[in-house]
């Protein structure tokens, strides 16, 4: 982490979704936080391997609607195909 500005690997993400307090409470102190396309193409191949993929998908797009760097994106959404 450089000043204000943070990027997330898949582990802290993951972390995020199970609830870790700990994660939240550092990442809500940071001004500006990126995720890379890699990161959010393992959540996606996980979610889609999972036996809830829906129940993950959801999720997924719940956090990029939430996140700083992806909320400013309009319409981005995950979408199964």
Excluded: C
């Excluded at 102190?29 to 996980?46: A, F, R």
Aim: aromatic share 6%; no cysteine; proline share 1%.
């Amino acid at each position: 982490m450089i000043g204000n500005e943070i990027v997330l690997d898949t582990n802290i993400v993951m972390a995020l979704f199970k609830g870790d307090v700990t994660v939240l409470e550092n990442l809500n102190k940071i001004q500006s936080v990126h995720i890379p396309s890699i990161v959010l193409g393992e959540l996606l191949l996980g979610a889609y391997r999972s036996s809830d993929s829906q129940k993950h998908l959801l999720q997924i797009n719940s956090f990029l609607q939430t996140d700083k760097h992806f909320s400013e994106i309009e319409n981005l959404r995950v979408q199964s195909w």
